[in-house]
């Protein structure tokens, strides 16, 4: 064959389809009659109102796959009453027991494996390639890993209980995958789920629902799944009995479920939407990193909450790698899922198919250049979309901002490290980031500084049941994967708040616990305290109320002890902007120094004893013993804070393939706090300790026992905490400055220590930039026995860092 005949035919060299077979997944349709029941108690029950949805192969949009039932309150009710009867057996099983029944789940998914992967693809319209190699691998290694975990629970979680029934609520990006990152980590603690599939892609939940009848033979009502729309969704989350939700989805429909179940007293574990950067470096491996914005954005075509969505190139280098990356895309394929040699397939809906188009002409309107291979052709009759590039793009520019959620990369260019961070950080999101660069110190450096709870370091999209996975700011909070995955399936047994006004189950006496009869004992001399008017602690400084306004703290007989500020708007705004100020530096301090200052804190605290005890004794009225040993107490906690300064710091988890998992305890930010009003000293001190400790900065806002808060400004001014980590204000109401809080864009997390009201209120208010929150609700939480990893849990959220190592 001479030369010219061979360069003609590479040239003309084109992919033959390579379809894989349908087969044995129709088969299973057919099994079913194309029409299928929820799955509730181990058994198929037809929808108690007759209603169906239908389910379309979004490659082919006019052909129906299967009608599901539309389940309604009747349904969802026996599925979570299933759930509930079958909760006692289920959690009483030796962990052994519950570890056979998930290997058994994984080896069952395993022996299906191509059914479930083309049952993927026909229902969510993604490549089988992807559906073969990684969605189902993935869902089979989270059985796996957590068949680990219901085996060594009670080792490994000592304190720890599962607390009932799991209401799960997924999407349709990745329907299996998401279905076995709710329902493996939930079972395998002892909690039994009812989990509700997107209308769109509820197939590959009811084949899984088929094998654990027939073949795992799990118990009935351990798993069950109620198929539906958002209107199902809603009754799943407000139905009483779940004492959890767990939620992936939008951002948008997370604060709907926040609000909703605002004062429920129920967990929630929020996986959100994304907007994640994707950061080159002129130094970075370039032909690497262009198969890694291929992986990045067009995987799933797009559809992917931690898709590489915003490419952010060094200026040097961007001209080339849009060339590079121009002529990548030329060789993308689109079309049939089934065929193994496509790299894209349909997008799943109608609806989404709309919304991304939508945002593409927005994004030429607003003036950046949109470019898609003119090569690349999208077949008839489905919902799909070539792989698009814009460029010339602004920070500002909408398509910057929104989650387009399609096969969409936007670019923009940074000169130096400190502006890829910022434009990186650019973003109301948090999930996930990509960082391309030879240089560790630079790739690790922006590592810890970009705001993500998952970073690859040159590499994307990889995914591992034993890294935890989940989002910072409004891409949610909570983890699945992982041991910080458990704990989000787990409460804890040795501590049982009892009803408001209850006792601590624990032993020890609270502060304001005290005997009848021991009034006068050691009373405090409240004479001295009568005149003494406190400002603020604001950004470092004794800052007066911006309104001048005051209260007066009284004992319990009436007696006034003190005259403090009251906080107004103007008050908290300043205090979170010094808050805020404080933050990144106090996050780069060395743990080592934290530590010093709380020690240096404590010590300080030691000198003061007689004057805090004295000051408790007179705000709770309790004998001045109770109070000293609430004060020793305290100085035991600032010791405890000290000493995990250095010893909560994270994981180093090996993954499949040649690559490390640090997953770093990172604090959560700007931290409100209103202050309890038991235990004046040690509910304060062990809080702000443990927030402190952590490198977060806070604002706290205290309210009846403002006394010991403002004594407490007198001594974190002498005690090197550097200015702004520890804000203190106070207020009469303290209930209506926490909301103030719960509602501000700047707060990271709200901590909320009062009554059912104002929990359901700062619960409610904090869905602006879906804020952490943890509220007592009314219940008293016992601040001696109070243990000390889940204040450290409270006050940390662990981002992963992936490591690739070896060539
Ligand atoms: P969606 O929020 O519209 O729906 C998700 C699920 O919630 C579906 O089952 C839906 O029926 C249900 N739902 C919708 N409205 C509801 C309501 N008012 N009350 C109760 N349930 C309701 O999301 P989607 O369009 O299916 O999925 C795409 C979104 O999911 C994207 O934003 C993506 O980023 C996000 N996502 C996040 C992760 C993560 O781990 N962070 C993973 C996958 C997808």
């Given at each position: 064959?001479?030369?010219?005949?061979?360069?003609?035919?590479?040239?003309?060299?084109?992919?033959?389809?390579?379809?894989?077979?349908e087969a044995k997944t129709r088969e299973w349709l057919k099994s079913h009659g194309s029409k299928f029941s929820h799955y509730i108690n181990g058994a198929w029950q037809p929808p108690m109102k007759g209603s169906y949805l239908k389910t379309i192969n979004p490659a082919r949009s006019e052909e129906e796959l299967a009608q599901i039932a539309l389940g309604t309150k009747e349904d969802v009710d026996a599925a979570v009453t299933a759930a509930k009867n079958a909760f006692?057996g289920w959690?009483?099983?030796?962990?052994?027991?519950?570890?056979?029944?998930?290997?058994?789940i994984?080896?069952a998914v395993?022996?299906h494996?191509?059914v479930f992967?083309v049952l993927e693809s026909l229902d969510n319209g993604k490549?089988?390639?992807?559906?073969?190699?990684?969605?189902?691998?993935?869902v089979?290694?989270?059985?796996?890993?957590?068949?680990?975990?219901?085996?060594?629970?009670?080792?490994?979680?000592?304190?720890?209980?599962?607390?009932g029934v799991i209401a799960q609520i997924i999407p349709w990006n990745f329907p299996f995958l998401m279905l076995a990152w709710k329902i493996?980590?939930a079972i395998?603690?002892?909690n039994t789920v009812v989990i509700k599939p997107s209308k769109s892609t509820p197939l590959t939940a009811l084949l899984l629902a088929d094998i654990l009848l027939s073949e795992v033979k799990l118990p009935p009502g351990v798993v069950n799944v109620v198929t539906g729309d958002s209107k199902t969704g809603t009754m799943l989350y407000e139905h009483p009995v779940p004492w959890k939700v767990t939620f992936t989805g939008s951002?948008e429909v997370g604060?709907i479920i926040?609000k909703g179940t605002?004062?429920s007293?129920k967990?929630?574990?929020?996986?959100?939407?994304?907007?994640?950067?994707?950061?080159?470096?002129?130094?970075?491996?370039?032909?690497?990193?262009?198969?890694?914005?291929?992986?990045?954005?067009?995987?799933?075509?797009?559809?992917?909450?931690?898709?590489?969505?915003?490419?952010?190139?060094?200026?040097?280098?961007?001209?080339?790698?849009?060339?590079?990356?121009?002529?990548?895309?030329?060789?993308?394929?689109?079309?049939?899922?089934?065929?193994?040699?496509?790299?894209?397939?349909a997008i799943n809906n109608a609806e989404q198919l709309k919304k991304?188009?939508?945002?593409?002409?927005?994004?030429?309107?607003?003036?950046?250049?949109?470019?898609?291979?003119?090569?690349?052709?999208?077949?008839?009759g489905g919902f799909?979309?070539?792989?698009?590039?814009?460029?010339?793009?602004?920070?500002?520019?909408?398509?910057?901002?929104?989650?387009?959620?399609?096969?969409?990369?936007?670019?923009?260019?940074?000169?130096?490290?400190?502006?890829?961070?910022?434009?990186?950080?650019?973003?109301?999101?948090?999930?996930?980031?990509?960082?391309?660069?030879?240089?560790?110190?630079?790739?690790?450096?922006?590592?810890?500084?970009?705001?993500?709870?998952?970073?690859?370091?040159?590499?994307?999209?990889?995914?591992?049941?034993?890294?935890?996975?989940?989002?910072?700011?409004?891409?949610?909070?909570?983890?699945?994967?992982?041991?910080?995955?458990?704990?989000?399936?787990?409460?804890?047994?040795?501590?049982?708040?009892?009803?408001?006004?209850?006792?601590?189950?624990?032993?020890?006496?609270?502060?304001?616990?005290?005997?009848?009869?021991?009034?006068?004992?050691?009373?405090?001399?409240?004479?001295?305290?009568?005149?003494?008017?406190?400002?603020?602690?604001?950004?470092?400084?004794?800052?007066?109320?911006?309104?001048?306004?005051?209260?007066?703290?009284?004992?319990?007989?009436?007696?006034?002890?003190?005259?403090?500020?009251?906080?107004?708007?103007?008050?908290?705004?300043?205090?979170?902007?010094?808050?805020?100020?404080?933050?990144?530096?106090?996050?780069?301090?060395?743990?080592?120094?934290?530590?010093?200052?709380?020690?240096?804190?404590?010590?300080?605290?030691?000198?003061?004893?007689?004057?805090?005890?004295?000051?408790?004794?007179?705000?709770?009225?309790?004998?001045?013993?109770?109070?000293?040993?609430?004060?020793?107490?305290?100085?035991?906690?600032?010791?405890?804070?000290?000493?995990?300064?250095?010893?909560?710091?994270?994981?180093?988890?090996?993954?499949?393939?040649?690559?490390?998992?640090?997953?770093?305890?990172?604090?959560?930010?700007?931290?409100?706090?209103?202050?309890?009003?038991?235990?004046?000293?040690?509910?304060?001190?062990?809080?702000?300790?443990?927030?402190?400790?952590?490198?977060?900065?806070?604002?706290?806002?205290?309210?009846?026992?403002?006394?010991?808060?403002?004594?407490?400004?007198?001594?974190?001014?002498?005690?090197?905490?550097?200015?702004?980590?520890?804000?203190?204000?106070?207020?009469?109401?303290?209930?209506?400055?926490?909301?103030?809080?719960?509602?501000?864009?700047?707060?990271?997390?709200?901590?909320?220590?009062?009554?059912?009201?104002?929990?359901?209120?700062?619960?409610?208010?904090?869905?602006?930039?879906?804020?952490?929150?943890?509220?007592?609700?009314?219940?008293?939480?016992?601040?001696?026995?109070?243990?000390?990893?889940?204040?450290?849990?409270?006050?940390?959220?662990?981002?992963?860092?992936?490591?690739?190592?070896?060539?």
């Open positions: 064959m001479n030369q010219e005949r061979l360069t003609s035919l590479i040239e003309t060299l084109d992919y033959g389809p390579a379809p894989e077979s006692p959690s009483a099983l030796p962990g052994h027991r519950r570890a056979r029944y998930l290997y058994a994984a080896r395993a022996k494996a191509r992967a490549p089988i390639r992807e559906t073969r190699d990684i969605d189902v691998p993935v089979i290694r989270h059985f796996y890993y957590h068949a680990g975990w219901a085996q060594t629970l009670e080792n490994e979680f000592p304190g720890y209980r599962p607390g493996a980590p395998a603690a002892g951002t604060r926040r605002a004062g007293g967990h929630l574990t929020m996986e959100l939407g994304g907007k994640s950067p994707f950061i080159v470096f002129d130094n970075a491996d370039l032909d690497s990193a262009i198969e890694g914005v291929v992986n990045g954005i067009w995987f799933n075509e797009g559809q992917v909450c931690c898709a590489g969505s915003r490419l952010l190139v060094q200026e040097a280098i961007q001209d080339d790698f849009v060339k590079r990356l121009k002529r990548r895309m030329r060789k993308l394929r689109v079309g049939n899922p089934l065929d193994k040699a496509m790299d894209m397939g991304i188009t939508e945002l593409m002409d927005i994004g030429v309107k607003e003036g950046a250049v949109m470019w898609q291979p003119d090569n690349v052709k999208c077949p008839p799909f979309l070539p792989p698009t590039l814009f460029t010339g793009v602004e920070p500002s520019h909408t398509i910057a901002q929104e989650e387009i959620f399609g096969p969409v990369l936007v670019t923009l260019t940074f000169r130096t490290p400190a502006e890829a961070i910022q434009l990186a950080n650019n973003t109301r999101y948090g999930l996930a980031a990509s960082i391309w660069s030879q240089d560790i110190d630079t790739a690790m450096d922006v590592a810890r500084k970009v705001k993500a709870g998952t970073v690859w370091i040159n590499s994307t999209n990889l995914f591992d049941a034993a890294a935890g996975f989940g989002g910072y700011r409004e891409s949610g909070y909570g983890r699945e994967g992982g041991r910080e995955g458990m704990y989000d399936v787990l409460i804890e047994t040795d501590h049982t708040p009892s009803e408001a006004g209850g006792r601590p189950e624990a032993t020890g006496m609270v502060a304001h616990d005290r005997p009848a009869g021991d009034q006068s004992e050691g009373k405090a001399d409240t004479n001295d305290m009568i005149d003494r008017t406190f400002r603020f602690l604001i950004g470092g400084a004794l800052v007066r109320p911006d309104q001048m306004g005051s209260f007066t703290v009284t004992s319990p007989t009436g007696e006034s002890l003190a005259v403090v500020g009251e906080a107004n708007r103007k008050d908290v705004r300043n205090a979170v902007e010094a808050a805020r100020g404080a933050f990144p530096s106090w996050f780069e301090s060395s743990a080592h120094m934290r530590a010093q200052i709380i020690y240096f804190w404590a010590e300080n605290l030691a000198v003061e004893k007689e004057r805090f005890a004295d000051a408790i004794a007179a705000q709770t009225g309790c004998a001045h013993h109770t109070a000293q040993a609430e004060v020793d107490q305290s100085i035991s906690r600032l010791f405890d804070c000290a000493a995990y300064a250095d010893k909560f710091g994270g994981t180093v988890q090996p993954v499949l393939g040649r690559r490390l998992v640090i997953g770093i305890r990172e604090p959560v930010g700007v931290v409100g706090i209103r202050a309890s009003d038991e235990s004046p000293l040690l509910a304060l001190i062990s809080v702000v300790g443990a927030a402190i400790a952590m490198a977060n900065t806070v604002v706290v806002v205290a309210g009846k026992h403002a006394l010991t808060a403002m004594d407490l400004v007198q001594i974190i001014q002498h005690s090197d905490v550097p200015a702004g980590v520890i804000n203190v204000l106070s207020s009469q109401k303290p209930d209506a400055i926490a909301r103030i809080l719960a509602e501000h864009e700047d707060v990271d997390a709200i901590w909320f220590f009062g009554n059912h009201e104002g929990s359901k209120a700062v619960e409610e208010a904090s869905t602006g930039n879906m804020k952490q929150t943890w509220v007592s609700d009314g219940k008293v939480i016992d601040w001696i026995g109070v243990r000390r990893e889940r204040l450290l849990l409270k006050s940390t959220q662990v981002k992963n860092i992936w490591v690739p190592y070896g060539v």
